[in-house]
């Protein structure tokens, strides 16, 4: 009997990643939207399910597929959050993730977000677009192998972040509770308030562990950061505070901030909004007025094409095993 899979949220541009890299033939399903509630129902029939970020996975959902005979309720994402482990594990689901893709996406991601706001790139090409090719004084900018970049978060992200501007000829410094010894060949580490001190450009690549690091990127922490720094979060929005961060784009504290993510953000991210009185929060409302000064992407670091073929074939490979073998390596349960 052939497998049948539901995947969802699945772009129109990945679809042919789906269907190219489905060597076991599996039966897809491929649903555009995210995963809600009201349209769990299109798993009806699957043996499978397959979700990505922001797809809701509570226990409402988890209920009405185990219902129906799904056993697997995997994800292709890094982070499961969005997955009531708990409930999965009371009604006896098989729950997997992935490890690890491509570090480059996310990085490269950093990276550009970290250079634009350096050279200034998206307010003088808004400039250009209004029929002002004057040079005025914000569009002067220091090279980035005059800067010193600080890396909050030394994992394969972090660090592969780190090789592409120390390739640039900047200065790279680290700070990790924990170093490792190939993190340790490419950055020099620091403490963490040195680090922010000494820095004109501060990337965050560190997990997010609910009620212990929410809100790091504070007043406090920004305080402590080099006048006029660039701050970048591809990490996690429940890191941040985007009042904090807001107040200081406006004081001139901080020169840019660039982010991939956003606290609450399946309130925003995935969705098309009329008019921006539209968006459902104030602060965010304010961070959209202050481009290019600020730069937001709807979480799109892993939307490249070799983290998605690593994230759908490692999704693939974790059904196969537990089919073929009963084991599950990439559990979460």
């Known amino acids: 009997m052939t497998l049948k899979v539901t995947c969802y949220g699945v772009r129109p541009n990945e679809v042919p990643f789906f269907e190219a890299l489905n060597k076991y033939g599996y039966e897809l399903n491929l649903v555009e ?28 959902n988890l209920e009405k597929w185990a219902s129906w005979g799904i056993q697997y309720v995997f994800t292709r994402t890094v982070g499961f959050n969005h997955i009531d482990k708990e409930a999965a594990a009371a009604l006896g689901l098989k729950v997997a993730y992935v490890p690890g893709y491509s570090p480059n996406a996310i990085a490269e991601l950093s990276l550009t977000l970290a250079m634009d706001l350096l050279r200034h790139v998206s307010y003088t090409v808004n400039q250009t677009r209004q029929l002002n090719f004057k040079v005025d004084a914000t569009m002067f900018s220091k090279e980035i192998r005059n800067c010193k970049v600080g890396i909050i ?5 972090g660090v592969t ?32 308030d040195d680090l922010l001190a000494t820095c004109d450009i501060v990337s965050l690549h560190v997990p997010y562990f609910k009620g212990q690091n929410d809100k790091m990127v504070n007043a406090e922490f920004i305080s402590k950061m080099k006048d006029g720094a660039i701050l970048i979060n591809t990490a996690r929005g429940e890191l941040q505070d985007n009042e904090a961060i807001v107040a200081a784009i406006k004081s001139g504290k901080l020169d840019g901030f660039g982010a991939d993510v956003l606290p609450n953000e399946t309130a925003f991210f995935f969705k098309e909004f009329a008019s921006k009185e539209d968006i459902p929060d104030a602060t965010v409302r304010e961070m959209i007025d202050l481009y290019p000064k600020i730069l937001l992407t709807p979480h799109v670091g892993s939307n490249t094409d070799e983290a998605l073929s690593n994230m759908i074939e490692t999704s693939y490979d974790n059904l196969n095993e537990v089919l073929t073998t009963g084991q599950l390596t990439n559990s979460v349960l």
Do not use: M, P
């Open 33 to 60: 939207a995210l995963t809600t509630h009201e349209n769990a129902d299109a798993a009806k029939g699957s043996d499978a399910i397959i979700l990505r970020g922001n797809c809701v996975a509570d226990r409402e």
């Open 161 to 192: 972040e780190a090789q592409l501007f120390k390739g640039l000829g900047a200065t790279v410094y680290g700070y990790d509770v924990f170093q490792s010894e190939y993190a340790k060949s490419v950055v020099e580490f620091l403490e963490l």
């Open 153 to 157: 978060g030394t994992g394969r992200i």
